[in-house]
C-alpha cells in the first residue's frame, strides 16, 4: 500500500507535537514530512514542504494574545500566504483544517477560525480538490502551556509550582483529549483517500465529539486531590475512568522531575527485618517484580497511556527518562538500601540499569493489565 505523505504546519506546538508522534506510529501507512515554524518566513522552503505532501493539516495559529485583532490578523495572514503557496507550486493537497467551536462565539479568535475555514472551503472548490474541517471543542493533554493552550494546563502548572489556582467562571465545559483528537486527525487523513468528483464530496465540516463535560469547579477538584495525596504520600488515585486517568496523566506532566524523583520511602525496621509500602493505589492494574543481574539495562520504551512505577528494593540503579521528539535525558540514582521510586510520564521513553556489584531487585506496578491485543509499549532508546 503507498503511504500517504503528511505534513503538519504548526507541528512544534501543543497539538501539532502531539499528532506529529501519534502518526509517527502509523509508519506502515503514513510518511511525515517535517515542518518547521521558520518555512513562513521562506516561500521556497513553504514550496518546498507543500510540493512533498499529499495530505497537510494546518494547525498553524495564534490562539492568544493582549490585542485580539493581533490574533485574527496573524491567522489570516497565515491562511492566504499558505494558499498562495499552494497556488504558486501548482499543489492540490487535501487539506485538513484546525477550527474550533469558538466559530460561534463573538470574538476574533473565533472569527479567525470561520473566516479561515471559509477561505480554504473557496480555495478547494476553485480547485476541485479536498479539504476537511475539524471543528474541536476544548483541548487538554500532556505538555500543553500554561495560560495559552488550556485551563488544566495552567491549574496542572500552578499546583505543581507552589501556586493557588482559581476559577475565574465556574461552567460547564466540553472536553477532548489529545490522544483521543489525534485518532480523529488520524481518521480524516486515511479515510479521504478514494477518488472523489462531486464538490459536494470533497468540502467536509466535521464537528468533533467532546468526549468529556464537566464543570470547571470538578476538574480543580480532582486535580487538588491529585496534588495532595500523591505529593505527600505517592498515591496513586483510581484510573478505572478514563478521562480521570487521562486528568492524571496529564497532572503528572507538569511536575519538576529534576527536583520531586526519586521519591523516597519510609522504611520500618526491628529485629524481624524491615518493611517497605512501595506503592499505594485507588486503582488495579499489573504488580510485578525483577532481578537484573550488573550492567544490564531493561526498558527503552515508552507509553502513550499507562502510568507506571519503578521501585528499587535492593541494589543500586540508574533510571533514565527522555520526553519523546526531545533530546534531554533525565537520571536518577537509586540504591535499595533507601527504598524510592521514580514514574513513568507517558511519552517518555525510559530504562532502568543495574550500575551495582550485586543483583539488583525492582518492583514494577502499570496501570493496566497486558493485553496483547491492545498494545501501548512502542520501544525506542533513552
Given at each position: 500500500?503507498?503511504?500517504?505523505?503528511?505534513?503538519?504546519?504548526?507541528?512544534?506546538?501543543?497539538?501539532?507535537?502531539?499528532l506529529?508522534?501519534?502518526?509517527?506510529?502509523?509508519?506502515?501507512?503514513?510518511e511525515?514530512?517535517?515542518?518547521?515554524d521558520?518555512?513562513?518566513?521562506?516561500?521556497?522552503?513553504?514550496?518546498?514542504?507543500?510540493?512533498?505532501?499529499?495530505t497537510?493539516?494546518h494547525?498553524?495559529?495564534?490562539?492568544?494574545?493582549?490585542?485580539?485583532?493581533v490574533i485574527?490578523d496573524?491567522?489570516?495572514?497565515?491562511?492566504?500566504?499558505?494558499?498562495?503557496?499552494?497556488?504558486?507550486?501548482?499543489?492540490?493537497?487535501?487539506?485538513?483544517?484546525?477550527?474550533?467551536?469558538?466559530?460561534?462565539?463573538?470574538?476574533?479568535?473565533?472569527?479567525?477560525?470561520?473566516?479561515?475555514?471559509?477561505?480554504?472551503?473557496?480555495?478547494?472548490?476553485?480547485?476541485?480538490?479536498?479539504?476537511?474541517?475539524?471543528?474541536?471543542?476544548?483541548?487538554?493533554?500532556?505538555?500543553?502551556?500554561?495560560?495559552?493552550?488550556?485551563?488544566?494546563?495552567?491549574?496542572?502548572?500552578?499546583?505543581?509550582?507552589?501556586?493557588q489556582?482559581?476559577?475565574?467562571?465556574?461552567?460547564?465545559?466540553?472536553l477532548?483529549?489529545?490522544?483521543?483528537?489525534?485518532?480523529?486527525?488520524?481518521?480524516?487523513i486515511?479515510?479521504?483517500?478514494?477518488?472523489?468528483?462531486?464538490?459536494?464530496s470533497?468540502?467536509?465540516?466535521?464537528?468533533?465529539?467532546?468526549?468529556?463535560?464537566?464543570k470547571?469547579?470538578?476538574?480543580?477538584?480532582?486535580?487538588?486531590?491529585?496534588?495532595?495525596?500523591?505529593?505527600?504520600?505517592?498515591?496513586?488515585?483510581?484510573?478505572?475512568?478514563?478521562?480521570?486517568?487521562?486528568?492524571?496523566?496529564?497532572?503528572?506532566?507538569?511536575?519538576?522531575?529534576?527536583?520531586?524523583?526519586?521519591?523516597?520511602?519510609?522504611?520500618?525496621?526491628?529485629?524481624?527485618?524491615?518493611?517497605v509500602?512501595?506503592?499505594?493505589?485507588?486503582?488495579?492494574?499489573?504488580v510485578?517484580?525483577?532481578?537484573?543481574?550488573p550492567?544490564i539495562?531493561?526498558?527503552?520504551?515508552?507509553?502513550?497511556?499507562?502510568?507506571?512505577?519503578?521501585?528499587?528494593?535492593?541494589?543500586?540503579?540508574?533510571?533514565?527518562l527522555?520526553?519523546?521528539?526531545?533530546?534531554?535525558?533525565?537520571?536518577?540514582?537509586?540504591?535499595?538500601?533507601?527504598?524510592?521510586?521514580v514514574?513513568?510520564?507517558?511519552w517518555?521513553?525510559?530504562?532502568?540499569?543495574n550500575?551495582?556489584?550485586?543483583?539488583?531487585?525492582?518492583?514494577?506496578?502499570?496501570?493496566?493489565?497486558?493485553?496483547?491485543?491492545?498494545?501501548?509499549?512502542?520501544?525506542?532508546?533513552?
Amino acid at each position: 500500500m503507498k503511504k500517504i505523505k503528511v505534513g503538519i504546519t504548526g507541528q512544534s506546538g501543543f497539538m501539532g507535537t502531539h499528532l506529529y508522534n501519534y502518526l509517527s506510529l502509523k509508519e506502515d501507512e503514513i510518511e511525515l514530512i517535517p515542518f518547521k515554524d521558520e518555512s513562513f518566513d521562506s516561500v521556497s522552503n513553504l514550496q518546498k514542504f507543500v510540493k512533498q505532501c499529499d495530505t497537510i493539516v494546518h494547525l498553524a495559529a495564534m490562539n492568544r494574545h493582549g490585542d485580539p485583532q493581533v490574533i485574527y490578523d496573524t491567522n489570516i495572514r497565515l491562511i492566504k500566504t499558505f494558499l498562495s503557496v499552494l497556488d504558486a507550486s501548482d499543489s492540490k493537497p487535501h487539506i485538513i483544517f484546525s477550527s474550533s467551536t469558538q466559530e460561534e462565539q463573538d470574538n476574533l479568535y473565533g472569527k479567525s477560525k470561520r473566516d479561515g475555514r471559509k477561505l480554504f472551503e473557496a480555495w478547494a472548490e476553485k480547485n476541485n480538490t479536498k479539504f476537511t474541517a475539524l471543528i474541536i471543542p476544548n483541548v487538554f493533554g500532556p505538555f500543553g502551556n500554561p495560560y495559552y493552550n488550556s485551563f488544566i494546563a495552567t491549574f496542572c502548572h500552578q499546583l505543581t509550582h507552589g501556586e493557588q489556582p482559581e476559577v475565574q467562571v465556574d461552567g460547564e465545559v466540553k472536553l477532548i483529549y489529545i490522544n483521543e483528537l489525534a485518532e480523529v486527525f488520524y481518521k480524516a487523513i486515511t479515510n479521504h483517500q478514494s477518488p472523489v468528483t462531486s464538490y459536494q464530496s470533497l468540502i467536509t465540516n466535521y464537528q468533533v465529539s467532546f468526549t468529556k463535560e464537566i464543570k470547571v469547579s470538578r476538574v480543580l477538584a480532582l486535580l487538588k486531590e491529585y496534588k495532595d495525596n500523591y505529593f505527600e504520600k505517592g498515591i496513586i488515585p483510581n484510573l478505572d475512568n478514563p478521562f480521570e486517568r487521562n486528568l492524571f496523566n496529564t497532572f503528572l506532566c507538569y511536575i519538576d522531575y529534576k527536583s520531586f524523583f526519586p521519591f523516597h520511602l519510609t522504611k520500618h525496621s526491628d529485629d524481624r527485618g524491615s518493611f517497605v509500602e512501595t506503592i499505594k493505589l485507588h486503582s488495579g492494574g499489573q504488580v510485578s517484580f525483577s532481578t537484573t543481574v550488573p550492567g544490564i539495562t531493561r526498558g527503552n520504551h515508552y507509553h502513550t497511556r499507562k502510568a507506571e512505577r519503578f521501585a528499587v528494593i535492593k541494589g543500586k540503579a540508574r533510571i533514565e527518562l527522555r520526553r519523546i521528539g526531545t533530546d534531554e535525558i533525565l537520571s536518577f540514582d537509586l540504591d535499595g538500601e533507601n527504598p524510592s521510586f521514580v514514574d513513568m510520564p507517558i511519552w517518555y521513553t525510559h530504562n532502568i540499569t543495574n550500575i551495582g556489584d550485586e543483583e539488583l531487585y525492582t518492583f514494577f506496578w502499570i496501570s493496566e493489565h497486558y493485553n496483547p491485543q491492545d498494545p501501548d509499549t512502542f520501544y525506542e532508546k533513552v
